[in-house]
């Protein structure tokens, strides 16, 4: 068994990637919507996306 912390961080990391995969499903990988829609920056959604692995090349992140 891993250690509580550990354990904490590893469910944390499984429902943030669920949560942002579903979110930029929805807005068809919008980044400004899906960081409106989260309550987010979109400089912070772009952070998220990468540690979690989300950050599949370019996403259209709203700007022209």
Do not use: C, W
């Not at 409106?36 to 996403?59: D, F, M, N, S």
């Amino acid at each position: 068994a891993l250690p509580f912390k550990e354990a904490k961080q590893v469910m944390i990391d499984e429902f943030e990637r669920r949560y942002f995969s579903e979110l930029l499903e929805r807005t068809g990988s919008n980044l400004s919507r899906a960081s409106a829609q989260a309550g987010i920056t979109r400089y912070y959604l772009r952070e998220l996306l990468k540690r979690l692995g989300l950050h599949k090349g370019r996403v259209d992140d709203g700007e022209p």
